[in-house]
């Protein structure tokens, strides 16, 4: 199905540009339909499901950035001062993703949003309103910039520099995006506990308790069984499959068999991506009433 072109789009170098985008937004489009990233209504049940979905595309992200080394100078600002290599690298995908409308969807939040250009394609349909619109500009996009290149690289990555720097940013992208959209998922998480027993919050939010609402969002059991469910997937994902029998069994038991310890996995999601996104769900719950 052809998506409408704008009258504007005539020259040959726009017109092959706008191909380009259309192609990224309709591959965008196709992932996030097959996976179910918005779900039609939201519910308990499928915000859950896209929760766990979500872990195996961070804990992937994870494995591809470790195969590099820490390559600290990708996050120095020398490169295009102040900006470092890995900003430079992010806020110019995310000119091209919002050429390409990604940013219609509002699952996806840039971490760069300031000078963002309009889409070039439109929506077939309006994006549905799934978020309350004073709390759907909530998010924590800096302090995970911040966690990310400060802190989180230097835990999973061996020390060290292997001069690829291009691949690294690269990997650095698709797993920035996907620890942000997880902890902003958190709107979502916000949302439909709102719709499902707003009068535990009202109450709570009319007199801007936070501490209070953390209480109500938190579940230690549920937190933990998080972690030990993203540790074991990382020890699936991060094992060398191969056909020999022993090789593969081999590889199953001991320490420092696995591409990311899965310990180390486990206390990202437990020092920062619940943190976070419970952060994102006080902050949404805050402005829920506005
Ligand atoms: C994130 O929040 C900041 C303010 O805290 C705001 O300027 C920015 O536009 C927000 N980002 C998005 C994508 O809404
Ligand atoms: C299992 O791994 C250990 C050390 O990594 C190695 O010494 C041993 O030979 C391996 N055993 C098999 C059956 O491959
Ligand atoms: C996987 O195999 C490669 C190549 O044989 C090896 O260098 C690497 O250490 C292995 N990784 C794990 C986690 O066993």
Not at 81 to 105: D, H, M, T, W
Not at 257 to 285: F, H, M, N, S
Request: charged letters at 25%.
């Amino acid at each position: 199905m052809a998506p409408p072109y704008p009258p504007s789009a005539a020259a040959a170098a726009a017109a092959r540009l706008l191909l380009f985008s259309v192609l990224i937004a309709a591959s965008f489009s196709c992932s996030a339909a097959a996976a179910g990233d918005v779900p039609r209504a939201l519910t308990l049940d499928s915000v859950r499901e896209s929760l766990i979905r979500q872990e195996d595309s961070i804990v992937f992200s994870l494995l591809e950035r470790a195969m590099h080394r820490r390559n600290s100078a990708a996050y120095d600002s020398s490169f295009l001062p102040p900006a470092s290599l890995a900003e430079f690298f992010v806020r110019q995908s995310e000119i091209i993703s919002a050429k390409a409308g990604r940013y219609l969807n509002p699952e996806e939040v840039p971490f760069f949003p300031d000078y963002l250009p309009e889409p070039l394609v439109h929506p077939h349909s309006p994006p549905q309103v799934l978020l309350h619109p004073a709390s759907a500009t909530v998010n924590v996009s800096k302090e995970i910039w911040r966690i990310y290149t400060r802190e989180m690289v230097a835990l999973f990555t061996e020390e060290g520099d292997d001069g690829d720097h291009g691949s690294t940013v690269a990997s650095d992208l698709v797993l920035l995006q996907a620890l942000s959209r997880r902890i902003h998922y958190g709107r979502f998480v916000a949302e439909v506990k709102f719709r499902d027993a707003p009068d535990d919050y009202i109450p709570l939010i009319k007199s801007k308790d936070r501490v209070g609402l953390m209480e109500l969002l938190t579940f230690a059991d549920v937190e933990e069984s998080v972690k030990r469910r993203v540790e074991k997937k990382a020890m699936l994902f991060g094992q060398n499959v191969t056909l020999d029998d022993k090789a593969g069994r081999n590889n199953t038991g001991g320490r420092g068999k696995y591409k990311v310890d899965p310990e180390v996995a486990a206390r990202i999601y437990g020092e920062w991506v619940i943190p976070l996104t419970k952060l994102v769900q006080v902050e949404y719950l805050l402005r829920r009433l506005h």
